[in-house]
């Protein structure tokens, strides 16, 4: 490793920290750097791989003529378009069977105590210490892979291989033990490779990357095929310079935990400073938490998850009536509910909409706070004239295409985002239903998803063209009377994700459902109209902000991943 190298991987180590995903990458380039020989420096007395393959070859040889092994198969010499970088004077490509025994056989005593390990007592990442339970020999020895202590274990299904799955077998009772059949098995008959240094090598993304459009069967249940394992070309270095090598990547590896280690420390630190100041900031009515808060954005604003807090916050206060200053010159609350009643009774009256159902009054206890001066705590079907859902027809899997009629799927919703995109398309010999058509300023909710997604609500901007509700999707015709945007920062406060949550329906614990009269007797605080306006405009100018810093971490992310990427390059 040459003295720029090794300045420039110190300098590696101060971008990583600041970098996001930086740290896995430093690793990555630990482990390829020592795959290439550029870790550590030659030994000039370490005598080449080479000499190491006569020593194996001869080794093989009287391991079959005594009858211990059985002759291998030769394997294909390894061509040049195998090769994924030159070596290193010293070094030689081998296959992997060449130099071990590949997925081997045990004989041990049938009473004998030996270590079972199913495949979650495998570490994945970078860890390496994995665990077994104890039997007998016999209970394990049919049906499972076998391995010994100093063997190397590679998870060979999907995930598990992706995740790097793999270790070194060692502490074993009797040094025996067998588990899961979905390992490849790697035994260093013929001592010609650090068991850590293969080790690391299977660990590395850049193998498992190269490896994963080699894997064969159906999805979710994909595997490294065991000719691949057995003919992987393999960068063999000296013994004695693999030694140093593992030494040197376990030094890197312990610098790269302690880097971890202070990172969350000091996110752990940073997320509770900015919890604290939420929470002051909710429960505060003087606004010292949101000085706080400003004074410090460059400090609490670096990852998104605080601006994601922010937002909730911000629309907290929005409807707990202390995101703006009260007018008293605002009609209360109370008068707009007396006009929106007398609509109701019109519209009855005109043929226009039915006679809705009573509600149940809200009882204190079931709201989450008290109201400001003016303010009434009201349902979503009180300040709704009507509401109604769509129709599920068997409609074609594309999106319908310009000009025809399309379904909206819960998706176009659920993300709390209208997504006019996310729908199928009717099948020609289905007659649309006009009653189920999205229009203009519809409040649409999501009926049926997740915990986190269902009753997510969107106000429609545009007049769509042609695009109707499935049965999933609610609409709540607002009186004009009220803001269609306020109501929907009700909608998505934490009090109504609880309501909702709490009275859903549904079996699967990721699936829920939530009716229409859940949704008609969600509890609103409603604020007189101007009011409504005015805590609207305020709540934009500060999601404003927040997009801006969103904006600013993405800026500051996409600076540190590329001057990350150049000094890569530079090593």
């Known amino acids: 490793m040459t003295e720029a190298t090794r300045q420039l991987l110190e300098k590696y180590f101060d971008t990583a920290f600041a970098t996001p995903n930086g740290i896995a990458k430093l690793r990555e380039l630990i482990l390829t750097l020592a795959m290439q020989g550029k870790l550590v420096e030659q030994g000039p007395n370490d005598p080449p791989a080479s000499k190491l393959l006569k020593k194996i070859e001869t080794e093989k040889n009287r391991l079959v003529k005594s009858k211990q ?3 291998p198969k030769p394997l294909p010499p390894i061509k040049p378009e195998e090769v994924p970088h030159e070596l290193p004077q010293g070094w030689e490509w081998v296959r992997l069977g060449e130099i071990g025994i590949i997925n081997p056989r045990n004989d041990a005593d049938d009473i004998k105590p030996a270590g079972f390990v199913p495949m979650p007592l495998i570490p994945e990442g970078y860890s390496e210490n994995h665990k077994f339970e104890e039997r007998t020999w016999g209970e394990i020895r049919k049906g499972y892979t076998h391995f010994a202590d100093g063997d190397v274990g590679m998870a060979k299904i999907t995930p598990c291989f992706e995740n790097a799955k793999s270790c070194v077998f060692s502490g074993l009772p009797n040094g025996v033990g067998a588990g899961t059949t979905e390992l490849h098995i790697f035994r260093n008959a013929f001592s010609a490779v650090s068991p850590k240094f293969l080790l690391y090598y299977l660990k590395n993304p850049h193998y498992i990357s190269r490896a994963i459009p080699r894997m064969t069967g159906s999805a979710g249940q994909k595997r490294v095929p065991t000719p691949y394992f057995t003919e992987q070309p393999f960068p063999l270095p000296p013994i004695q310079e693999q030694n140093r090598i ?10 790269c935990d302690e880097l971890e280690k202070l990172r969350k420390a000091r996110e752990t630190q940073r997320q509770a400073v900015h919890t604290a100041a939420i929470r002051q900031l909710l429960d505060a009515p ?12 460059g400090e609490l604003y670096t990852v998104k998850e605080n601006v994601a807090e922010l937002r909730k916050a911000i629309l907290q206060l929005a409807v707990m009536g202390r995101l703006i200053p009260q007018d008293p010159n605002d009609p209360p609350a109370s008068e707009l509910l007396k006009e929106i009643e007398a609509e109701k009774h019109r519209l009855v009256k005109a043929g226009k909409i039915k006679k809705p159902n009573p509600l149940p009054p809200i009882k204190p206890m079931g709201t989450p706070s008290e109201l400001p001066r003016g303010w009434e ?13 769509g129709w599920s027809p068997q409609c074609l899997p594309e999106q319908r295409s310009t000009g025809k009629w399309g379904v909206l799927k819960v998706s176009a919703v659920s993300w709390g985002q209208y997504n006019p995109n996310e729908n199928k398309a009717l099948p020609s010999d289905k007659a649309p239903r006009p009653e189920c058509e999205v229009k203009a300023g519809d409040f649409l909710l999501s009926r049926a998803n997740t915990d986190e997604l269902v009753a997510r609500s969107v106000i429609v901007e545009d007049t769509p063209e ?8 609610v609409r709540f015709a607002l009186s004009n009377q009220i803001s269609k945007y ?5 909608n998505g406060t934490d009090f109504s994700r609880t309501y909702y949550i709490s009275n859903a329906s549904g079996t699967s614990s990721s699936m829920k459902n939530v009716s229409r009269q859940v949704m008609a007797e969600l509890p609103v605080p409603l604020p007189p109209l101007p009011e409504q306006h005015r805590i609207v405009a305020r709540v934009d100018k500060l999601m404003a902000l927040c997009n801006m810093l969103d904006q600013r971490i993405n800026s500051a992310t996409g600076k540190q991943t590329k001057l990350l990427s150049a000094v890569m390059a530079q090593v």
């Open 246 to 255: 593992v030494t040197r990547i376990e030094q890197l590896m312990a610098r």
């Open 69 to 71: 092994i059985k002759q």
């Open 486 to 490: 306020f109501v929907n920062f009700v």
């Open 286 to 297: 003087n606004g010292s938490a949101w000085n706080f808060i400003q004074q410090h954005f």
């Open 377 to 389: 705590w009201v349902r979503l079907g009180d300040i709704s004239l009507t509401n109604d859902s």
């Open 466 to 473: 042609k695009l109707m509700m499935s049965d999933k999707i």
